[in-house]
């Protein structure tokens, strides 16, 4: 079975520009979540989409938005790039929802997307 | 909100020595998971654990969530164990946002 999955794997745009990326989640999963990983820290939460709603925002500027697809894909977008954005995307399947079983909201994360701005 | 710690944030090993990373959080949480980094960024799950105790080869984990803590102890380690541990927490009543702990940056020497 296929995990998750990210594109692109690498990236590079200059300050001002705007970015898109972009996640599948395992089948099955209903639930995306996207986090952050700048050099040296943990992953932080941005976002968290479940059926196609945002269920979730971490403390990030108006810049970066969000959405998710009926097929349960998603994309995170990012506007005006600062030198700062530069980091490590990663984005989180789960099943989440209804919480039937314990383990509906373990996360499986993809290959990440290394954005760096210049 | 909630502080993840984890210790000690930095252990070299020689290979097939034993070691044990410690997480503690600061709230009840109703998920608890353990992850390896690679060198090259992916976050492989090693245990989900909210709570007790599981084994799976090497690795096990205990959580006692009445106490706020979860153990990670790799057994008989070896080079390919080398990269960052880190624990990640959701709080009850917090969704499905995970925090993450400050991370053990782990280095296995021969």
């Known amino acids: 079975d296929a995990g998750v999955t990210q594109s692109p794997t690498h990236l590079i745009k200059t300050r001002g520009q705007h970015v898109t990326l972009r996640c599948s989640p395992i089948?099955?999963?209903?639930?995306v979540s996207w986090y952050q990983q700048v050099l040296g820290q943990g992953p932080q939460f941005i976002f968290q989409?479940?059926?196609?709603?945002?269920?979730g925002r971490g403390n990030f500027p108006d810049r970066f938005s969000a959405r998710q697809f009926p097929n349960y894909s998603s994309e995170l977008n990012v506007n005006a790039l600062l030198l700062g954005d530069s980091a490590l995307y990663l984005c989180?399947?789960?099943?989440?929802?209804?919480?039937?079983?314990?383990?509906?909201?373990?996360?499986?994360f993809g290959p990440g997307t290394r954005l760096t701005v210049l | 909100g909630i502080q993840v710690e984890q210790s000690p944030p930095d252990l070299i090993l020689q290979e097939g020595a034993n070691s044990t990373l410690r997480c503690n959080f600061s709230?009840?949480?109703?998920?608890l998971q353990w992850f390896h980094q690679n060198p090259w960024g992916q976050l492989i799950n090693l245990f989900y654990?909210?709570?007790g105790t599981k084994q799976n080869g090497r690795l096990s984990a205990t959580t006692v969530a009445t106490e706020r803590y979860s153990l990670l102890y790799i057994s008989s380690s070896q080079t390919t164990d080398s990269g960052v541990y880190f624990c990640?927490?959701?709080?009850?009543?917090?969704?499905?946002?995970?925090?993450f702990g400050t991370g053990t940056q782990l280095k296995v020497e021969l």
């Open positions: 709230d009840s949480v109703n998920n």
């Open positions: 989409y479940y059926e196609k709603e945002e269920r």
């Open positions: 990640a927490v959701i709080l009850t009543g917090g969704g499905n946002k995970l925090t």
């Open positions: 654990i909210p709570s």
């Open positions: 089948s099955g999963h209903k639930s």
């Open positions: 989180a399947s789960s099943i989440y929802g209804q919480l039937r079983h314990e383990q509906d909201n373990e996360q499986f």
